[in-house]
Nanobody
Framework: QVHLVESGGGLVQVGGSLRLSCAAT????????MGWFRQAPGREREFVAC????????VYTDSVKGRFTISRDNAKNTMYLQMNSLKPEDTAVYYC????????????????WGQGTQVTVSS
């Protein structure tokens, strides 16, 4: 079993920054790609970013490229999402997840999810 716990969400003004963390239990954290999704009110959950098992080749959705940075520390079983230049449309519940692969392949589904952390960007 893998247990994922997000933290770091909160209320921030437009243009501000937040750093989300995802702490994982289980010895297999470093063997899998990890990622972030988000879900805004009334909308479907959408992919945000993915990072491979060893931290290379990050993948981002177009709307966050150049503003968000995904990273991981396998020694600490923790993944991060640095979010800069935040916009009101970034407001959502952010979920971390584990993918069923070592790299960020299109079409690979997550198999574990965290409970989510709320990010609210006020204008």
């Amino acid at each position: 079993q893998v247990h994922l716990v997000e933290s770091g969400g909160g209320l921030v003004q437009v243009g501000g920054s937040l750093r989300l963390s995802c702490a994982a239990t289980g010895r297999t954290f470093s063997n899998f790609a990890m990622g972030w999704f988000r879900q805004a009110p009334g909308r479907e959950r959408e992919f945000v970013a993915c990072i491979s098992w060893e931290g290379s080749n990050p993948v981002y959705t177009d709307s966050v490229k150049g503003r968000f940075t995904i990273s991981r520390d396998n020694a600490k079983n923790t993944m991060y999402l640095q979010m800069n230049s935040l916009k009101p449309e970034d407001t959502a519940v952010y979920y971390c997840n584990r993918f069923r692969s070592v790299n960020c392949y299109t079409g690979v589904s997550p198999d574990y999810w965290g409970q989510g952390t709320q990010v609210t960007v006020s204008s």
